[in-house]
């Protein structure tokens, strides 16, 4: 039986909430024919199901020619997004400013040239409001066509066109200038994406130089436009982030979310990226350990997506999901609060499996990890394993290989702490190939993998000398601040106390 919850019909079907489904219906119902009563019939159906079953849909169709089934298909996919851009075109500022252009072509075409010269100056204040640069060079450029093809009465007023041409100039270059900004951004990025953090001097000098000249004066940056200040925010976070320079990296995202709170129309237009300046200012500040300013920063994540949620489009409603999800639990670990961060993780089972088709690999992985960090900090071995083998047994290449081998590490300690000697010794020589040839392991991640070792192959009378020498040596390890991120997601000195004081794990957290 062929089942599959990557189809993408399905997952835009799933993706509509009542009032877009309710909007469906009346849309196909106003059409006529056969073929409409099958879109609806086959978007029922799918809509019905738990998972997509592409066998039992026939079935249930009597659809027996699959090339008829499958255009049925792709004809709905449309119809439904056709549904939803009339539903939404009056929700998104940017649709609403192409449809005027539309319309300013339209009367263009039937030679109504000043009346649509009137109606893009009207949708060009709009745009400028809205800060939104290219389709405002675009109102601009159609403009200017108007002016350069036709006779119009613009000449006779003063300066018209020496303004359009030094608009049009200005607009250019906030444009160009977002462009080189956006692609810095991404270049800082994927950066960090290939190679994590700079680690040593010469990766610190390299990001530097690569980086650091492209960076804008603070003079320039309060003559920016508001997409300019983001994307400069954006990259000096990134920047700052790969340098474990956290302080930095935090100011900068605070400037991003802070522009975006004194542009408060913005918070409206484009609320992806401010949730996005939020996740990762709340990021740096939990790796910083400012416990204070993260619960601050985080009421404001959960004031807005609770003021706005019934509002939110669903790609907003998805974001919104998974960094509260993640900024909650690290709220818990920074306020030692693990019982709290089970039941919390309890509470969002429903909306983890709503919302996990819809996110890229990683983002669930990590979700998996962090849950799995809770169960083995409350002891609860079989959940810990459960969520780690989510992720050890997916083919997907690993976007960051640290998760990859952070979950291999607890894996590992799950089955010591079971007394799987046998079973972790294999694991041990698996995770030994692993690390050998990875530049990314960390010294401490390697020496946790050889102090395992040393504990398996202990008898069980000499295993807490074992660990109170190991405890000298992990505490000297983990002042070097390039450890930073494996002692925030995996907290192997708390595991060892824990071992030695034959307590809770989380009980030595507390």
Not at 143 to 158: D, F, G, M, P, V
Not at 211 to 239: C, G, M
Request: aromatic fraction near 12%.
């Amino acid at each position: 039986m062929s089942k599959s919850e990557n189809d993408p019909l399905f997952l835009l079907i799933k993706s509509l909430n009542k009032s877009e489904k309710r909007h469906f219906s009346l849309y196909v119902g106003r059409m006529e024919g056969g073929k409409h009563t099958q879109y609806l019939a086959l978007f029922r159906a799918m809509d019905a199901m738990q998972f997509s079953d592409e066998e039992a849909l026939r079935r249930k169709l009597k659809l027996t020619d699959p090339v008829k089934h499958a255009n049925l298909k792709r004809h709905l996919f449309r119809q439904i997004m056709i549904s939803l851009r009339l539903i939404h075109t009056d929700k998104h500022v940017d649709n609403q400013i192409r449809e005027q252009i539309d319309y300013a072509r339209i009367l263009y075409a039937r030679g109504m040239y000043m009346q649509s010269l009137r109606l893009l100056e009207n949708v060009k204040s709009v745009a400028v409001e809205n800060h939104q640069d290219i389709l405002h060079l675009e109102i601009l450029e159609f403009q200017k066509l108007i002016e350069t093809r036709h006779i119009t009465r613009s000449r006779q007023i003063a300066n018209k066109m020496e303004q359009l041409l030094e608009e049009t100039a200005r607009r250019s270059a906030i444009s160009y200038s977002s462009s080189v900004l956006s692609n810095l951004t991404i270049q800082i990025h994927g950066w960090y994406i290939e190679r994590g953090h700079a680690l040593s001097d010469n990766d610190r000098k390299e990001v530097a130089n690569q980086f650091l000249k492209h960076f804008p004066s603070e003079d320039n940056i309060r003559q920016f436009t508001f997409f300019e200040k983001i994307n400069v925010y954006q990259a000096r976070s990134w920047f700052y982030y790969i340098l474990l320079d956290l302080t930095r990296a935090a100011e900068q995202a605070e400037k991003w979310v802070n522009t975006y709170r004194e542009n408060p129309g913005m918070l409206k237009h484009d609320p992806d990226l401010y949730l996005r300046g939020l996740y990762y200012l709340l990021t740096f500040l939990y790796l910083g350990k400012k416990s204070d300013t993260y619960s601050s920063y985080h009421l404001f994540l959960k004031q807005f997506v609770g003021d706005h949620s019934k509002r939110l489009p669903f790609s907003t409603s998805l974001l919104a999901f998974q960094y509260s999800y993640l900024a909650t639990l690290n709220q818990c670990f920074l306020d030692k609060q693990y019982t709290l961060a089970r039941s919390y993780l309890k509470s969002q089972r429903e909306e983890l499996q709503r919302f996990s088709p819809y996110m890229d690999t990683h983002r669930v992985l990590l979700l998996h990890y962090k849950a799995a960090y809770v169960y083995f900090v409350c002891g609860d071995i079989p959940s810990t394993l459960d969520r780690l083998n989510e992720i050890i047994h997916r083919q997907q290449k690993f976007l960051r290989t640290d998760l990859h081998f952070n979950s291999r590490l607890l894996h590992l300690l799950c089955h010591y702490e079971l007394g799987n000697n046998d079973f972790a010794t294999s694991l041990l020589l698996a995770m030994q190939r692993a690390f050998a040839p990875s530049l990314e392991v960390t010294p401490l991640q390697r020496l946790i993998l050889k102090f395992i070792k040393v504990l398996i192959h202990s008898p069980e009378k000499d295993r807490k000398e074992v660990l109170r020498q190991m405890k000298v040596q992990v505490a000297m390890q983990g002042e070097d601040l390039t450890e930073l991120r494996s002692i925030a997601y995996l907290n192997f000195p708390a595991w060892l106390e824990s071992r030695i004081a034959g307590k809770p794990m989380k009980d030595m957290l507390a």
